[in-house]
């Protein structure tokens, strides 16, 4: 009798490397070796322009920072935690005499949208996070290991 061979295993998936937000062009990136294997689109804080300066004022934040911890305990679908505010953060707020704010996720849509990406975001919608699809997050999820550079730029 003939032994058939085991099938081919699928291909490991991409692991990214770096993590880019392009808020000026509303796009999330993941990146392996400087090169991007796979572009979102995203929506941000109702206050898209400029850093994030306070708790409460609807911005994303700017510069970089890490993927620090993943949750699945959202309402949000999937959520990678944006280490914000870093020490430069809090010196700004602290000097401002304001909350930096924190709880800045990548996260997905509501659970109860299930498994959907928006065409392309007709408004931002955050309180400062960076939004992609049910969809986009689980593969963002399955490609960014915790610790992850997420670089958010202008």
């Known amino acids: 009798a003939c032994v058939q061979a085991p099938p081919p295993a699928p291909p490991?998936?991409?692991?990214?490397?770096?993590?880019?937000?392009?808020?000026?062009?509303?796009?999330?990136?993941?990146?392996?070796?400087?090169?991007?294997?796979?572009?979102?689109?995203?929506?941000?804080?109702?206050?898209?322009?400029?850093?994030?300066?306070?708790?409460?004022?609807?911005?994303?934040?700017?510069?970089?920072?890490?993927?620090?911890?993943?949750?699945?305990?959202?309402?949000y679908t999937r959520a990678l935690h944006v280490s914000f505010p870093d020490e430069n953060d809090r010196a700004r707020a602290q000097a401002m005499g304001v909350d930096p704010g924190g709880a800045i996720f990548v996260h997905g849509l509501p659970n109860e949208y299930g498994p959907v990406d928006p065409p392309p975001w007709q408004h931002d919608w955050t309180e400062g996070c960076i939004s992609v699809g049910n969809v986009a997050i689980v593969k963002i999820w399955d490609a960014v290991p915790d610790g992850t550079p997420i670089e958010i730029t202008p």
């Open 12 to 75: 490991a998936p991409l692991m990214a490397d770096r993590v880019v937000v392009h808020k000026s062009t509303r796009t999330l990136e993941l990146l392996r070796d400087g090169k991007a294997f796979a572009t979102f689109p995203v929506a941000l804080g109702t206050q898209p322009y400029g850093p994030k300066q306070q708790q409460g004022d609807g911005k994303t934040p700017e510069g970089v920072y890490r993927i620090d911890y993943k949750s699945m305990q959202s309402r």
